[in-house]
């Protein structure tokens, strides 16, 4: 099949694209060598076997050449930091929504013989995960009130009657409530797909990534995922910086079982129409990754928890994975494995330590507190 990866040169997007190309497939990848992550490098993993363009998904010209011949598409370009989305708002409603319309704006307008697009949603659009009060039952509740959070008192409670709540598996179901500005483009990537698919009978997927973890992370990157910040924290000798009290929890899916998933729906038609979550099902505290990270990287230096938060962090999420498992889903790497396979490639590589700057910024901005 002939394919179009956008952000195929990102962490996400280049696994994906060397499985595909693995499989036999013609792959193109289409990619702007976003200089917060690639900081004006080509990455050295690129596939010899893909084509490359270089460039950015609203510059429509550019973008016709992509699609040209293309049967498949996987949309995985978008700017991902969450805090970040907080102030460069413009930015990313522009990088991400208007991409993802420009992108669907031209396969419907120019008919464009398409048969499946897969777009990378986000397990952010959910906001809190599900929970379940002993006396009141299953809750969704919202975000916890910031007056909750300056008394340090980290845990969820019920909003009917004030008991803590036991986090439980969060399914494709659980309404809807995103808490940044990167999650609602992201709601609106899933959105757009699945809705200009279904009118136009174009068989379309939504992923609903949990947290992505594993090699060719970029660790230099202080906008991304707790696992790269922790390593470059660890690398250059300084304690991870870990929000709250350590005790939140997150579901840590490793990126080849991202790609897993994402080779499963583009085959299987039971997936058409639909949005499935990609996690393990497990959840792990942040301190664990720290302590575990510490250990992996041979530097047992004790996490720093000043007990601040950040403006719309969400406590605990995990996935409920049975609707993807029911086609075929199968997580393989555990965690520990994981790490470890993610540290063996992060001794190697260069990681410059810039979460100081940027937890800078969001402290200027009032989006930390304490
Ligand atoms: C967010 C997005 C998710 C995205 C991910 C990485 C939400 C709900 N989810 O996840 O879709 O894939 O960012 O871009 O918005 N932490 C520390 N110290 C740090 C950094 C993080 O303690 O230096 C804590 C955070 O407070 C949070 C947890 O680690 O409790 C996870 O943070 P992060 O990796 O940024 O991911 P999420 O916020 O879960």
């Given at each position: 099949?002939?394919?179009?990866?956008?952000?195929?040169?990102?962490?996400?997007?280049?696994?994906?694209?060397?499985?595909?190309?693995?499989?036999?497939?013609?792959?193109?990848?289409?990619d702007?060598?976003?200089?917060?992550?690639?900081?004006?490098?080509k990455?050295?993993?690129?596939h010899?076997?893909?084509e490359?363009?270089?460039?950015?998904v609203?510059?429509?010209?550019?973008?016709?050449?992509?699609?040209?011949?293309?049967?498949?598409?996987?949309?995985?370009?978008?700017c991902?930091?969450?805090?970040?989305?907080?102030?460069q708002?413009?930015k990313y409603?522009?990088?991400?929504?208007?991409?993802?319309?420009?992108?669907?704006?031209?396969?419907?307008?120019?008919?464009?013989?398409?048969q499946?697009?897969?777009?990378?949603?986000?397990?952010?659009?959910y906001?809190?995960?599900?929970?379940?009060?002993?006396?009141?039952?299953p809750?969704?509740?919202?975000?916890?009130?910031?007056?909750?959070?300056?008394?340090?008192?980290?845990?969820?409670?019920c909003?009917r009657?004030?008991?803590?709540?036991?986090?439980?598996?969060?399914?494709?179901e659980k309404?809807?409530?995103?808490?940044?500005?990167?999650?609602?483009?992201?709601?609106d990537?899933?959105?757009?797909?699945?809705?200009?698919?279904?009118?136009?009978?174009?068989?379309?997927?939504?992923?609903?990534?949990?947290?992505v973890?594993?090699?060719?992370?970029?660790?230099?990157?202080?906008?991304?995922?707790?696992?790269?910040?922790?390593?470059?924290?660890?690398?250059?000798?300084?304690?991870?910086?870990?929000?709250?009290?350590?005790?939140q929890?997150?579901?840590?899916?490793?990126?080849?079982d991202?790609v897993?998933?994402n080779?499963?729906?583009?085959?299987?038609h039971r997936a058409?129409?639909?949005?499935?979550?990609?996690?393990?099902?497990?959840?792990?505290s942040?301190?664990?990754?720290?302590?575990?990270?510490?250990?992996?990287?041979?530097?047992?230096?004790?996490?720093e928890?000043?007990?601040?938060?950040?403006?719309?962090?969400?406590?605990?999420?995990?996935?409920?994975?049975?609707?993807?498992?029911?086609?075929?889903?199968?997580?393989?790497?555990?965690l520990?494995?994981?790490?470890?396979?993610?540290?063996?490639?992060?001794?190697?590589?260069?990681?410059?330590?810039?979460?100081?700057?940027?937890?800078?910024?969001?402290?200027?901005?009032?989006?930390?507190?304490?």
């Amino acid at each position: 099949m002939k394919i179009l990866v956008t952000g195929g040169a990102g962490f996400i997007g280049s696994h994906l694209v060397d499985a595909l190309v693995r499989r036999g497939h013609k792959v193109r990848v289409l990619d702007n060598l976003e200089e917060q992550v690639h900081h004006g490098e080509k990455p050295d993993y690129l596939h010899p076997g893909a084509e490359y363009l270089w460039g950015d998904v609203r510059d429509r010209r550019l973008l016709s050449k992509a699609l040209r011949g293309i049967e498949i598409l996987f949309h995985e370009a978008a700017c991902v930091g969450v805090g970040q989305s907080m102030y460069q708002i413009d930015k990313y409603v522009d990088n991400n929504t208007r991409s993802a319309s420009i992108l669907l704006d031209m396969i419907v307008n120019k008919k464009l013989p398409i048969q499946k697009m897969v777009v990378a949603s986000s397990m952010s659009i959910y906001g809190e995960g599900a929970y379940r009060c002993a006396d009141c039952g299953p809750v969704f509740p919202s975000v916890r009130p910031e007056e909750q959070l300056r008394r340090r008192q980290w845990e969820m409670l019920c909003p009917r009657c004030r008991k803590p709540l036991e986090p439980q598996p969060t399914a494709e179901e659980k309404p809807l409530a995103p808490t940044s500005v990167y999650a609602i483009t992201k709601r609106d990537h899933e959105e757009l797909f699945l809705t200009v698919g279904r009118a136009y009978r174009i068989p379309t997927v939504a992923l609903r990534y949990f947290n992505v973890y594993g090699p060719r992370q970029n660790l230099s990157n202080p906008y991304t995922g707790v696992c790269a910040i922790f390593s470059a924290r660890i690398k250059n000798n300084n304690p991870p910086l870990i929000f709250e009290d350590g005790l939140q929890s997150r579901d840590f899916v490793h990126v080849s079982d991202i790609v897993q998933a994402n080779l499963l729906v583009m085959k299987n038609h039971r997936a058409d129409g639909q949005a499935f979550n990609v996690g393990t099902g497990h959840s792990t505290s942040i301190l664990e990754i720290a302590r575990t990270l510490g250990r992996l990287y041979g530097n047992d230096i004790d996490p720093e928890i000043p007990k601040r938060f950040r403006a719309g962090d969400i406590r605990h999420c995990y996935a409920e994975i049975s609707k993807l498992r029911a086609i075929g889903f199968q997580p393989t790497v555990k965690l520990k494995d994981g790490l470890r396979q993610l540290v063996q490639w992060g001794q190697h590589v260069a990681a410059k330590d810039e979460v100081q700057k940027a937890a800078s910024e969001l402290e200027t901005r009032g989006l930390t507190r304490g």
